[in-house]
């Protein structure tokens, strides 16, 4: 089984940056395709951002795009999402998510791809 939990969220002002990272544990396969999710209270998850398992494809959900950068580090077993010029409705929990096997290569944005889930950081936004 493999493990994630996200660190980095907190609290920042419009127009400011965070980075959040996902530290991977106990993987025993190869690196698989990542993505991001964010749920806003008394909102549906959403889909922020996916990247494939070497890195080489990336894919944003428009309200993110042009803001935000999805990257992953597979000798640290990491992956981060920089989040720039953030904005009061970008608060949120945010989520990271690993699929147990990828064999396509691609990216994901439908959270029934994913396998395995963290815990959640809470990035909050104010105006």
């Known amino acids: 089984q493999v493990q994630l939990v996200e660190s980095g969220g907190g609290l920042v002002q419009a127009g400011g940056s965070l980075r959040l990272s996902c530290a991977a544990s106990?993987?025993?396969?190869?690196?698989?395709?990542m993505g991001w999710f964010r749920r806003a209270p008394g909102k549906e998850r959403e889909f922020v951002a996916a990247i494939s398992r070497n890195g080489g494809t990336t894919n944003y959900a428009n309200s993110v795009q042009g803001r935000f950068t999805v990257s992953r580090d597979n000798a640290k077993n990491t992956a981060h999402l920089q989040m720039n010029a953030l904005k009061p409705e970008d608060t949120a929990t945010y989520y990271c998510?690993?699929?147990?096997?990828?064999?396509?290569?691609?990216?994901?944005?439908?959270?029934?791809?994913?396998?395995?889930w963290g815990q959640g950081t809470q990035v909050t936004v104010s105006l």
């Open positions: 998510a690993a699929r147990r096997t990828d064999s396509r290569g691609g990216y994901f944005t439908s959270a029934v791809a994913y396998d395995y």
């Open positions: 106990g993987r025993t396969s190869t690196n698989t395709a």
